[in-house]
């Protein structure tokens, strides 16, 4: 018997290792039983067997043998004297099976056929590659660069599936030679003339997120949970991170020893600054770590507006902006207020301030830290709140806070 040799179209789906054994049969199946509802008008009586080692199929034909003259339905039955033609040993009654010569369907049919086939496969492939990486948007993939184009570059991953990084998706100062290995966060995936697109960026949010992830164990643990991450990709971002652990400094975590664990992810993102602050439902506060490295004297707070008048020193006021306006853009994606920046010329009649951190030999460092976090870092800051409010923003005790007073009281007298 002639067969169709088609071990081309089952090595397109041995290629596709995201389309199954099951599923290839059907297909196949489904394409022929289609050229045996053509013919015959029905594929009721007629099993389509497939090889897929050898790449060939068999199409068996069975119909029940009758007496002669009582056949009712062709494609069922079998008159007995054309049974014994095929083999003089059948009686009425028994099955005949028949094997049916795919050259009877007409050369024509049976390219229409293989064409079907190389089709349907094809649209299975683009379908498994689009389930694929519509699976693993937000994660990150290596793809070695293949070919670049001005607007785009085009990457293979360890399949040999086409990827493309736009030029909207690149760090602007990233610079790529044919053969690098590259490694980006997966999109999206779009549909172009019914083919799937995979779109690659090195600028989402999700990529330094990931990249976090893989360098800061405690957040893969769940134990430090990024609240939010905001960038101007190659320049400066921000992340602000919360601790579910109270022995975690998430900040400290996130940076390492010595800045260990942020150094790999500042050069791979060629070395764009990366501000880790410690995440706080006080808006105030989160404010002021936000706009890191300025220093805020103060601030207006119009949580109604969601805006915030920020009062700084005349040479902090540059640190907040930030070059291009950079810092102060950012400060203000992360806590969703507009944020103003205005120079503090009041004179104040002391005329000086002075960094909590001199007093560590009369002040506890602990007690240093907790006024930290309620936003005071200068020995003024802590004085112009009044005890009680210090008692109620901090966890400390109402002696402490009077000798803390009276120790920050007595060096400004001095002076």
């Known amino acids: 018997m002639a067969s169709i040799n088609l071990i081309d179209a089952f090595q397109d789906f041995k290629d596709a290792e995201n389309i199954d054994r099951p ?10 039983k289609t050229l045996l509802r053509k013919k015959y008008g029905s594929d009721d009586n007629f099993d389509v067997i497939v090889n897929a080692e050898k790449g060939d199929l068999e199409i068996i034909r ?30 009425v009654g028994e099955e005949l099976y028949e094997e049916i010569d795919l050259l009877d ?30 699976d693993r948007v937000g994660d990150i993939i290596s793809a070695e660069v293949y070919q670049i184009w001005k607007k785009e570059i085009l990457l293979l991953d360890e399949e040999g599936n086409e990827l493309i990084l736009p030029k909207s998706e690149q760090i602007p100062q990233d610079y790529f030679k044919k053969g690098e290995s590259v490694r980006a966060v997966v999109r999206r995936v779009d549909l172009k003339n019914n083919n799937p697109v995979i779109i690659l960026s090195r600028t989402a949010p999700e990529f330094l997120a990931k990249l976090m992830e893989i360098e800061v164990p405690e957040i893969f643990d769940g134990l430090i949970v990024i609240k939010k991450i905001v960038r101007d990709p190659g320049e400066r971002a921000k992340v602000a991170v919360e601790s579910y652990d109270d022995r975690i400094d998430p900040v400290g975590a996130c940076v390492g ?12 993102l060629k070395n764009e600054n990366i501000d880790v602050i410690n995440y706080t439902q006080n808006v105030q506060l989160l404010i002021q770590r936000s706009l890191t490295p300025a220093r805020i004297t103060s601030m207006d707070l119009d949580t109604d507006r969601k805006h915030a008048n920020i009062f700084l020193k005349p040479d902090q006021v540059s640190l ?6 950079v810092n102060i853009k950012l400060a203000s994606d992360l806590t969703g207020y507009v944020l103003d920046v205005y120079r503090d010329t009041e004179e104040q009649v002391e005329g000086f301030d002075i960094d909590l951190e001199e007093f560590t030999d009369e002040i506890d460092s602990w007690i240093i830290d907790e006024l930290k976090r309620v936003g005071c870092d200068t020995a003024r800051s802590v004085l112009e709140l009044t005890a009680e409010e210090l008692e109620r923003r901090t966890d400390l005790e109402k002696e402490t806070i009077e000798d803390l007073r009276r120790i920050l009281k007595e060096e400004f007298e001095k002076e």
């Open 257 to 268: 020893m010595k800045g260990s664990r942020i150094h790999g992810i500042v050069r791979e």
């Open 23 to 32: 599923t290839m049969m059907k297909v196949v199946e489904d394409v022929f």
């Open 320 to 325: 907040a902006i930030g070059r291009r306006g």
């Open 105 to 134: 369907f007409g050369r024509r049919a049976i390219l229409a056929a293989k064409q079907t086939l190389a089709s349907r496969i094809g649209d299975l492939k683009k379908n498994a590659l689009a389930k694929k990486y519509n």
């Open 62 to 91: 069975h119909r029940m043998i009758v007496e002669d003259g009582t056949v009712e339905d062709p494609l069922a039955q079998v008159a007995y004297t054309e049974a014994t033609k095929i083999e003089p040993d059948f009686e």
